[in-house]
């Protein structure tokens, strides 16, 4: 075996040896990402400050691959005929890393999920491994991801040809406490819609179609199917749409119904009986029913192992801990399009804290998205990223 280069040293622990980075690329690295602390600090508090849904991510995506622009990165936008996409690209070496950024918020509750965190930390690992990038004989791209929330934004892009180049990728996203491994459930989002037909609820009860009563019948049958699902599926959502006025019946319902299961396989058998349940409530009033798919099903995780434990040692080299309450840490099982890009290619998307009271997807969680404590996630973040790129990059044969 080779003695290590001056790239890369190998540490013992038991009887496995793992190769690193060396200690000289990492710090290099963490010299860069306190120079550009920052910019990084002020793109986060921009996208943080103007919020954009998904899909309609124009002046996020701009500013997030704008800094990477500035940095010597070369940026294509729109990427793949997604007007809120973008690659960046440094180097052009054959083995190729990429950093993934999201930067969508939630309708009401603006960047209550903590997205422009992810895009900051994205582009300060990028920009601090593009300064060893020629040493490692890499290449680094940031790829921007629109409309994770929800719209599957990789799925598409994955089904563009996008990803495919990439040897590793990373994220991390925020959370209330540090938890390493990612763990979500695979999911579909549903669109589902009854329609009926109008009349007046007094006068002309017998000439209309209750579509809002359809809707209630399926709510009924999903709450008794629960007590059946195991452990490992979730079924929930919210009806949007039930009605206009309250002595009109209702000729339309609509709403919104995710379905959740820790496989792909699972999902499909599960959504079956969910299915079930709203074609009963069609079946009893006399409304028809459509389910649209409102996105692409997003699949489980499949995490590389090695790199998810070179992670693990960065971020606590760093003071982070991940000696948690169990409890805070659950956001790990969250459903995320990355699990349809760890299918393909190896990657990791572990979570990091930002502290306070609150969780992901509650109003008071964008306030802890930023400020003193958000900012030293970031920066944390963004090197414990850097940093596991460089190990990886070292381990490769």
């Not at 060396?22 to 103007?50: N, T």
């Not at 629109?146 to 994955?158: D, M, R, S, T, V």
Request: aromatic share 6%.
């Amino acid at each position: 075996m080779s003695q290590p280069t001056d790239v890369e040293q190998s540490t013992t622990q038991g009887a496995a040896s793992v190769t690193t980075a060396d200690q000289s690329v990492k710090d290099q690295i963490a010299a860069r990402l306190a120079e550009v602390g920052p910019v990084l600090i002020g793109l986060s508090d921009s996208l943080h400050d103007d919020p954009e849904l998904g899909w309609q991510e124009f002046r996020s995506s701009a500013s997030v691959a704008g800094v990477l622009a500035a940095h010597g990165f070369t940026v294509e936008h729109p990427y793949l005929g997604l007007e809120t996409a973008f690659r960046a690209t440094f180097g052009t070496s054959d083995f190729t890393i990429g950093f993934l950024a999201e930067y969508d918020a939630l309708p009401g509750l603006g960047h209550a999920c903590g997205h422009n965190l992810i895009s900051a930390m994205s582009v300060g690992g990028a920009i601090g491994l593009a300064t060893v990038a020629d040493e490692l004989g890499i290449t680094v791209e940031v790829i921007g991801t629109p409309a994770e929330e929800g719209g599957g934004g990789k799925i598409e892009l994955l089904e563009r040809g996008a990803f495919t180049e990439l040897d590793f990728a990373l994220m991390a996203h925020p959370a209330p406490v540090d938890v390493a491994e990612a763990e979500p459930f695979a999911v579909t989002h549903w669109h589902v819609e009854y329609t009926g037909r109008a009349a007046h609820a007094a006068a002309y009860p017998e000439r209309g179609i209750n579509a809002n009563d359809a809707f209630l019948v399926a709510q009924v049958a999903l709450g008794l199917l629960r007590q059946q699902l195991p452990k490992t599926v979730r079924v929930h959502g919210v009806m949007t749409n039930g009605g206009e006025a309250p002595n009109a019946i209702p000729a339309k319902t609509e709403g919104r119904w995710y379905v959740r299961a820790e496989s792909t396989d699972e999902l499909l058998e599960v959504e079956k009986q969910v299915i079930n349940c709203f074609e009963a409530g069609a079946l009893a009033t006399g409304a028809s029913l459509s389910i649209t798919p409102e996105s692409k099903r997003y699949a489980e995780m499949r995490t590389d192992e090695e790199a998810l434990e070179s992670y693990r040692s960065n971020a606590i080299a760093l003071g982070r801990s991940f000696d948690v309450d169990p409890v805070a840490a659950t956001m790990n099982r969250a459903s995320t399009d990355m699990g349809n890009v760890s299918q393909i290619v190896n990657a990791i998307h572990p979570y990091i804290g930002v502290g306070g009271e609150a969780s992901n997807h509650q109003a008071a969680f964008a306030e802890s998205c930023v400020g003193e404590e958000a900012e030293r996630t970031l920066l944390d973040g963004a090197t414990a990223l850097a940093w596991t790129a460089a190990d990886v990059s070292a381990r490769r044969s």
